[in-house]
């Protein structure tokens, strides 16, 4: 690994720790309460201004106490540079600290923990200390509550996911016999963890993991035999990941699990809301498109059924987030519901709706009006309406979405040859741009003068200020 990578993946590291460090866990916010015999809430490390081997074994003694794990992963085994005592002597030092430790303690977890946590992320220590690390924690997983190490154990299982879907990938490990096997081992030790703990989970890390690595058929197999044992409580984590692997095969059989798992979902975290919503109304839509279907042959009255329930939870997820207004315009469309849709429509057109909900729905009309420019031109007059009420309205506008609206506007016009419309609405003289823009206004922003070179006008393009 060139030194290079080696910063990068140490900085990378570094801003993830200090921003996610808390986040990480694969438990949504709602459940951050550490169960019974699990580690409290820490604060914010001490990290010594020097890691000479004094610092370090000091810490390594103490592990268990004032988050001085964490103080080992921010300041020392991510540090950028060469610290006084070299990493691999450091790590020697763990690895002497976890030896003379009982098997199953609570210090024995944190001190393995550490050391699967740092394996993967310095370039000089071996990578399979981390996946022995990784395998004796999982293999310990009944041990850990008694041992009142069960926030440790949700930290390293979210720790080996995460290095999964980031680290491992880095270093062209994810397909890797090793990475496979381990991560089916994490997923048997999070299904010991959902026994011990009352909390629903999140399977979004999960998800993309089994995809990076390539264990979707381990991962069938083992969901499968789960489900299929009585004994087995049948946890949020557990119906949606199996969801999430069914969908695209069985996409019926996946929304049964989802709406088995909706009543474990909790609405505090947006996030999640979202994702899970997004994925119940995607398999409740494919299932109203069986195979039959597509050879010509009429849907059936369960189908149409099936419709009306993806329009119904998008409705659900409205609700709950103020955002989805897009997707629900285009099931309606896809039902051929003109009226419901015109109301859909006219309620984003009303004073305060989000802006950013206007722009998504006058898009997808947008797309629509593009397939069949005839049959769909009512499309086009609903976008035109909605993007011109936004930008007449007298409310604040922020200069991203402003962009956005007076680009898709321009491009609808353009498309409909209204030239002098067009000049019209891709003027931004008005605007007030403010230093720096986001990387998306900055988009907008030459896309406009792309159009406006078109029509042969001049755009106000901002300068950044000395």
């Not at 980031?166 to 090793?178: I, T, Y």
């Not at 058929?217 to 499968?224: C, G, N």
């Not at 859909?344 to 729905?361: F, K, M, Q």
């Not at 069949?372 to 011109?388: C, G, M, P």
Request: hydrophobic share 40%; glycine share 6%.
């Amino acid at each position: 690994m060139t030194a290079k990578s080696q910063f990068v993946r140490s900085y990378k590291s570094t801003i993830f720790l200090l921003g996610a460090c808390a986040l990480w866990p694969i438990f949504p916010a709602s459940a951050q309460q550490p169960a019974p015999g699990a580690l409290p809430q820490r604060p914010r490390p001490k990290i010594p201004l020097v890691f000479d081997r004094t610092a370090v074994q000091g810490l390594l003694d103490t592990i268990e106490i004032d988050n001085n794990a964490m103080a080992l992963k921010l300041g020392y085994f991510s540090r950028r540079g060469k610290p006084e005592l070299p990493i691999p002597d450091g790590y020697e030092l763990l690895k002497a600290a976890l030896a003379k430790e009982e098997a199953g303690s609570k210090r024995w977890f944190v001190l393995q923990e550490l050391r699967g946590w740092a394996a993967f992320r310095m370039a000089d220590i071996p990578k399979d200390e981390g996946y022995l690390a990784y395998n004796a924690l999982f293999d310990a997983a009944r041990d850990a509550k008694k041992a009142r190490a069960v926030n440790i154990l949700n930290t390293a299982i979210g720790g080996y996911v995460g290095s999964v879907n980031a680290e491992l990938g880095a270093m062209n490990l994810q397909g890797d016999e090793k990475t496979r096997e381990t991560l089916l081992k994490a997923w048997a030790a999070y299904s010991v963890l959902l026994e011990t703990t009352k909390t629903s989970g999140r399977a979004l890390a999960w998800t993309k993991a089994i995809k990076e690595s390539g264990s979707k058929d381990e991962f069938k197999t083992v969901i499968k035999s789960a489900l299929d044992n009585r004994a087995t409580p049948k946890s949020y984590a557990l119906l949606t990941l199996a969801a999430e692997l069914l969908a695209a095969e069985e996409p019926q059989r996946a929304a049964a699990f989802l709406k088995e798992a909706k009543p474990l979902l909790t609405t505090d975290d947006k996030h999640e809301v979202t994702r899970f919503y997004n994925s119940l109304v995607d398999a409740l839509i494919w299932s109203s498109l069986p195979k039959a279907a597509a050879k010509g042959v009429k849907a059936k009255p369960e189908d149409k059924t099936k419709l009306d329930e993806a329009i119904a939870m998008q409705r659900e997820l409205i609700k709950l987030t103020g955002r989805g207004n897009e997707k629900l315009a285009r099931i309606l469309v896809r039902k051929n519901d003109k009226k419901s849709l015109n109301e859909v429509l006219d309620s984003l057109a009303a004073p305060g709706a989000d802006e950013r909900e206007i722009n998504e729905a006058a898009g997808a009309l947008i797309k629509l009006w593009q397939k069949d420019k005839v049959k769909n031109e009512y499309a086009a007059t609903r976008a035109e309406t909605l993007l011109s009420t936004y930008l007449a309205a007298q409310q604040p506008r922020t200069v991203e979405q402003e962009l956005l609206a007076r680009w898709r506007l321009g491009f609808l016009y353009m498309g409909q040859k209204k030239t002098k419309e067009a000049k019209a609405v891709l003027k931004t003289d008005h605007l007030i741009f403010q230093q720096p823009l986001s990387s998306a206004a900055q988009d907008y922003l030459s896309r406009i003068t792309q159009m406006t070179g078109q029509l042969g006008l001049q755009v106000k393009i901002p300068v950044d200020e000395p």
